[in-house]
């Protein structure tokens, strides 16, 4: 079974003028039990961004989290309830007909991690060494990258780069959500649901350096490249999976397991010396001089029986 050793989390304004971002479970209490994950980002620009991103986010976190084995049909059913949502909420305020948001998610099985996605947020599964697999975004840019248009360092300055194909909103369907499923999760890897924002002062290719860092505040360390710098919003969930616990518990046994064995070797050697010096203490009271002491020599005993 997959186990998450520790949670690191962001939710933070950067210089706008309010959140629209919004992350699953909402209280970040750090429960390494919890096995659901979300990340959304309300699309800028558009009325009730923030009402949307929450709302998707708490459709899907509250429904999921009741399932002991998430699928992708499970998703897709609860995307039809979170479209629903949306035009209730539209019908009842008109200028939020354009609502929409980004979803990232992350259920954590006993047989893998799926995960879902739309828009621009990101996923991304890395150790120590190097990105092992991160999403394709649903954007313009990411298009343009696919068909050879521009290369990835362009897109980072192209003046539509924050131009998504596709999102959550009244019209959602479900080939609009793309899936994936980790099964080689190994110690010491990590995996990282982020709105965009979060990489406007942090490179993807930097996140290596990240896991491999001593400072065990990950989110301290993001917070240090976004702080301050940051435009957009910046949210995210850090899992940690070091599953070493195993091997230091292994370790330590076999410490204590030689330790003991060396502390009784040495208690019966003390034993045996001990007993020794009574025993010639013994017999030399017996026989007054060592010289009385019996002598049992190899050649003779060999040649008497002969």
């Not at 909402?26 to 009402?51: L, M, P, Q, Y």
């Not at 230091?248 to 020794?276: A, M, N, Y």
């Not at 007054?288 to 019996?294: D, E, F, G, H």
Request: hydrophobic share 35%; with cysteine; aromatic share 8%.
């Amino acid at each position: 079974m997959i186990k998450i050793s520790r949670i690191h989390s962001l939710l933070k304004q950067g210089k706008r003028s309010k959140i629209e971002d919004y992350i699953f479970p909402s209280d970040i209490t750090h429960k390494t039990s919890n096995r659901i994950f979300i990340v959304c980002d309300g699309v800028g620009g558009e009325a009730k961004g923030e009402e949307a991103s929450k709302l998707v986010a708490e459709t899907f976190g509250e429904m999921l989290s009741s399932m002991n084995q998430v699928s992708q049909e499970d998703i897709l059913a609860i995307l039809e309830v979170a479209v629903v949502k949306i035009q209730d909420y539209i019908t009842t305020n008109p200028e939020a007909s354009n609502m929409s948001t980004t979803l990232t998610l992350a259920s954590i099985n006993n047989d893998g991690i799926l995960l879902a996605w739309c828009g621009d947020s990101k996923i991304i599964h890395f150790n120590r060494k190097h990105i092992k697999w991160k999403s394709l975004d649903h954007s313009f840019i990411q298009h343009l990258i696919n068909i050879n248009e521009i290369s990835p360092e362009e897109a980072l300055n192209h003046p539509q780069r924050n131009l998504i194909t596709r999102c959550i909103n009244k019209n959602t369907n479900p080939k609009d959500i793309d899936f994936h499923v980790i099964k080689d999760i190994a110690p010491g890897d990590y995996l990282m649901l982020a709105t965009d924002g979060i990489f406007e002062q942090l490179s993807i290719d930097f996140l290596p350096n990240i896991a491999s860092d001593t400072h065990t505040d990950k989110s301290d360390l993001i917070e240090q490249h976004c702080a301050n710098k940051t435009r957009d919003n910046y949210s995210m969930y850090l899992l940690a999976f070091d599953n070493n616990s195993k091997s230091k518990s292994l370790k330590l046994l076999l410490v204590l397991g030689f330790s003991l064995f060396c502390g009784i070797s040495i208690f019966w050697q003390h034993h045996k010396d001990s007993s020794k010096k009574i025993w010639l203490s013994d017999t030399t009271q017996k026989y007054k001089t060592p010289a009385q002491l019996p002598i049992i020599n190899s050649k003779n005993a060999d040649s008497s029986k002969k």
